[in-house]
């Protein structure tokens, strides 16, 4: 067995001692987000497992205030589960560490898995506040989660990534969000690595290339979900304008009051998402 595949039955041993549901409780859907977003509030949460305490590769004082979070819909119905915080690349971790997550829910049986980003637009014609959907992305990080030995039990080593978010479920997604009127924003995403901010002859070239949005932590755990063999949709919460000779600075207030905008309009559709999976 590989070193990979040892620390996710690691994780994966320890979150199955922890998990209040049954054994044979279907938990084929999951959610990966950003820290604390108020659509948390549309899902009972019923148990909490802090990330600082999963062994090994959740463990990190930068970002211990992570959550693996075992959930339900409000009647009940469905369970699933919400990571709740990226395993972000720029904080030090590796590419396999950010990768991490993704492999366990696969191994815990995970077929569909809704991935939301937090990202600043590049197409002048989207806003602060809206909703962006994903369909492809460029990865400018300058590394990924495959480098080095592959596990042939987990994936294959030269995945296929020209669907990666998977092309039949963004259709349903777009069809389910025409019939409910609500605006958003068909985009290909940039993965970069932060943290710091961009330039302006960046955000010029970064839209030059294809890019509609920009975020740093979407990449990596897209390519793993591919590498696995999941379905995967992913959400842009957009709060910052990254238009080129359009730049200007953002308060934390701005960005924060931004990102409850799109997260409002959106809690409905990812309670539908939640929903509806298979």
């Not at 497992?49 to 930068?62: E, G, L, M, N, T």
């Not at 009127?181 to 932060?194: A, D, E, N, Q």
Request: glycine share 6%; aromatic share 12%; net charge neutral.
């Amino acid at each position: 067995m590989t070193e990979q595949k040892e620390r996710i039955y690691e994780s994966i041993a320890y979150l199955k001692a922890k998990s209040p549901f049954k054994p044979a409780d279907k938990l084929s859907f999951a959610v990966i987000t950003y820290r604390d977003p108020s659509f948390l509030k549309e899902f009972k949460l019923i148990k909490r497992v802090s990330y600082k305490d999963i062994p090994p590769s959740f463990k990190s004082a930068k970002e211990s205030e992570g959550e693996f979070i075992f959930a339900t819909t409000k009647n009940g119905k469905k369970k699933f589960i919400v990571l709740n915080g990226h395993i972000n690349f720029y904080n030090g971790f590796s590419m396999r560490d950010a990768a991490h997550p993704v492999y366990v829910l696969k191994e815990m049986g995970v077929k569909n898995l809704v991935i939301i980003d937090e990202v600043g637009h590049l197409n002048p014609r989207f806003s602060v506040g809206g909703v962006s959907v994903i369909y492809d992305h460029i990865n400018l990080m300058g590394d990924n989660p495959l480098i080095g030995e592959n596990d042939s039990t987990i994936g294959t080593r030269f995945p296929d990534m020209s669907d990666p978010y998977d092309a039949k479920w963004y259709n349903d997604i777009e069809n389910y969000l025409r019939e409910k009127k609500f605006r958003y924003y068909p985009s290909v995403y940039l993965g970069v690595t932060g943290p710091e901010t961009e330039t302006e002859a960046e955000c010029r070239f970064y839209r030059d290339i294809g890019a509609d949005v920009l975020g740093y932590s979407l990449v990596p755990e897209n390519i793993a979900v591919v590498h696995s063999e999941m379905r995967c949709a992913a959400f842009g919460m957009i709060t910052r304008e990254l238009v080129a000779d359009r730049l200007s600075e953002i308060s934390e207030d701005d960005k924060l009051n931004n990102r409850l905008k799109a997260e409002k309009a959106f809690a409905p559709v990812i309670a539908e998402l939640v929903s509806m999976s298979r």
